[in-house]
């Protein structure tokens, strides 16, 4: 005959089977919570750099992976990939520049400590210095979202946002670059031809980390 439980019986075996069905307290059973899923390849190691040709060909790519940034150039004409470790840049086993950061900027020196390049910030402007004093190349951001490249007086070219991006053009008005990132001092790098390909993609990148 069956019969049914009243009173403090009942109570306890419908809170034991509460908490069994949600898998709560001490006792549930790990086993049935899901666990989340792993990160993908593209969230472990995000690219935050990536430039094309006006064409959409590959131009310029930075990805990052932990401590090690991988730079894939072909400023230069043909592909060439640079490796950089706790600021230390190679391509091929030779040592292309060893990057310092500060709060004023980045500096590109070379094995020996002396300073190849740097990019001194200010609030309203960046320079490009050949080594530490001789300026060769000056950005403004314009009130427009431009960022304008002057070489002294001379007017180089622009960083111009764009719908899905920005584009870089010389001053003659020929696209030469695009991107899906805003405009910023790494794209406007790409600009400065004074600069030996493989350090400008190595200043692009130290600048790209740094916004």
Do not use: H
Not at 18 to 23: E, T, V
Not at 47 to 76: E, N, Q
Not at 179 to 201: F, I, K, M, Q
């Amino acid at each position: 005959m069956n019969r049914t439980m009243r009173g403090p019986a009942a109570l306890t075996a419908t809170a034991l089977l509460l908490a069994g069905c949600s898998g709560g307290g001490s006792g549930g059973s790990g086993e049935r919570e899901t666990a989340p899923p792993a990160p993908t390849t593209a969230s472990a190691a995000p690219a935050y750099l990536r430039v094309t040709t006006a064409a959409g060909g590959p131009l310029l790519t930075v990805d990052t992976a932990g401590v090690t940034t991988r730079i894939t150039s072909r400023l230069g004409g043909a592909p060439v990939t640079i490796t950089g470790t706790d600021g230390r840049y190679a391509e091929g086993g030779r040592v292309v520049a060893v990057v310092r950061s500060a709060a004023d900027g980045v500096k590109l020196k070379d094995i020996g400590g002396r300073t190849l390049w740097r990019a001194k910030v200010a609030a309203d402007r960046v320079r490009i210095r050949r080594g530490e004093s001789d300026t060769r190349y000056e950005f403004r951001r314009e009130a427009d979202g431009r960022i304008k490249v002057k070489q002294g007086e001379t007017e180089v070219g622009d960083v111009r946002p764009e719908e899905q991006g920005a584009k870089v053009e010389t001053a003659a008005g020929a696209t030469v670059a695009r991107s899906g990132a805003a405009p910023s001092t790494g794209l406007a790098v790409l600009l400065c031809r004074e600069v030996p390909p493989d350090l400008r993609a190595v200043l692009a990148a130290a600048l790209a980390a740094q916004s």
